[in-house]
């Protein structure tokens, strides 16, 4: 008689962190079914049963790691929605306290979200964070502006961490009131700005192909 299967509902979520934690010990190129396996504790066959491709499971894995600063953002950026909200020092106080929680799970969000750039798959969930945040935005400011701020937030988080430096809360301000204060300047008749095709109802990019290097 075959041995029943044993009924374990949080497999496929063990999976996915082991996934994670793979990721930040060795490194994208260090992932793998049989190195996930190991390190969730599970058969070889759990994970290519929940996970048919490693590109299915890195999708799963930048889904869950890109929550960091949109997580920071529903919970402590209520502010936001504030129309008498300083937006600029509220977001760069915001960023302040992503940067200085879990580094390393900063650092991991950005390798998988850097990942889209050797990997096609991943480039709509790579999309995903980036619009969360640019939609909120949007209602303090407009959908291109509002771009332009996740933009702006993502090269400057990408400095510190590729440089070791250390995050600059009143430049942050500075860059982002500027381009605040930019989207208030009128728009010359017929200027058209640069980039992919956008969606009419929302206005965001249809290919999302700029976003392999920003969020924007």
Not at 187 to 208: I, K, T
Request: net charge neutral; proline share 4%; charged share 30%.
């Amino acid at each position: 008689m075959a041995a029943a299967r044993r009924y374990d509902p949080e497999r496929r979520q063990r999976i996915i962190d082991a996934a994670i934690r793979a990721v930040g010990r060795s490194g994208i190129a260090g992932l793998s079914h049989r190195t996930v396996a190991a390190e969730a504790d599970v058969p070889l066959g759990s994970t290519t049963y929940h996970f048919k491709t490693l590109d299915d499971l890195l999708v799963a894995a930048l889904r869950q790691a890109n929550e960091g600063f949109a997580k920071v953002v529903r919970e402590h950026g209520g502010a936001l929605a504030d129309p008498g909200c300083d937006l600029a020092a509220e977001l760069a106080r915001l960023t302040g306290r992503w940067l200085g929680g879990d580094r390393t799970g900063v650092e991991l969000e950005y390798e998988l979200y850097l990942a889209a750039l050797r990997r096609p798959a991943l480039r709509t969930v790579a999309a995903e964070w980036c619009e969360e945040v640019a939609e909120l935005l949007a209602r303090r400011t407009d959908p291109r502006t509002g771009r332009a701020l996740v933009a702006l937030l993502d090269g400057i988080c990408l400095q510190v961490l590729l440089t070791g430096g250390e995050y600059d809360e009143e430049y942050a301000r500075d860059a982002l009131r500027r381009v605040i204060g930019a989207s208030d300047q009128p728009v010359p008749d017929g200027a058209v700005g640069r980039g992919a095709p956008r969606s009419e109802a929302s206005g965001a990019r249809v290919v999302p192909a700029d976003r392999d290097a920003f969020r924007a």
